[in-house]
């Protein structure tokens, strides 16, 4: 099956390098991601998609967004709620964003309002969000251990949706070695997302699709007995 990834997060959190460390290999920034979408204006594309990820015989795609800043909160809310909106309205599953990855920066454990509003707005348009805590190669311990804290605060059931990881293998100027971790648990996180926001969106649409039924039987027996 085709398993659609949105990663996004504010510039600066490590996301280009989380897609190289996805891929193994160096391609964000280097012109792979195609565009799939633009502003209503037409002026700048916020989504691109790249290639496939082969995974257990299902294809992984991977979509990444401009940077969140907090001047650009109702915009990009906007417009990821319309596209998400046209996406499952085609009724095929396979367009869905079947899982959403918000990057935090581990590094000084802050996150900001702004950006508990971003993820509180994803859930309520019935998105499952992993919170991928990155750089942690260059984070203390405590840093790490307050973050993770304030997440399951802020949001109860995001639950073990929290990964820590660090896609650099590299030797700091602290002389502190980094060791590139996290990859296949958030990529086993992401595809059980995924049958959970199928199983919910199923459950979703069989009520609607009930009510609807019902409604027409309504006005059509009506119809019959006036």
Known sequence: MRINILIIGKSGVGKSALLNYLYGEKIAKTGVGKPVTQKSDGSQHFLYEYDPIIIDKNELIIFDSWGMEADKATEWVKLITEESKKRESSGDIE???????????????????????????????????????????????????????????????????????????????????????????????????????????????YIEKCEDTLSKWRHDSLEVFD
């Open 95 to 205: 367009n869905w964003f079947h899982a959403v990855i918000y990057c935090i920066s581990a590094p000084g454990a802050r996150i900001e309002d702004f950006e508990i509003r971003y993820i509180k707005a994803l859930q309520e348009i019935g998105h499952n969000v992993i919170i991928a805590l990155t750089k942690i190669g260059k984070a203390s311990k405590e840093e790490i251990r307050n973050l993770h804290g304030i997440i399951k605060d802020e949001f109860p059931s995001i639950n073990d949706n929290i990964v820590n990881i660090e896609s650099l293998s590299e030797k700091l100027r602290t002389g502190k070695v980094t060791h590139a971790t996290g990859r296949d648990e958030i990529i086993y996180i992401s595809t059980r997302n995924m049958r959970n926001k199928l199983r919910n969106k199923f459950f979703s649409e």
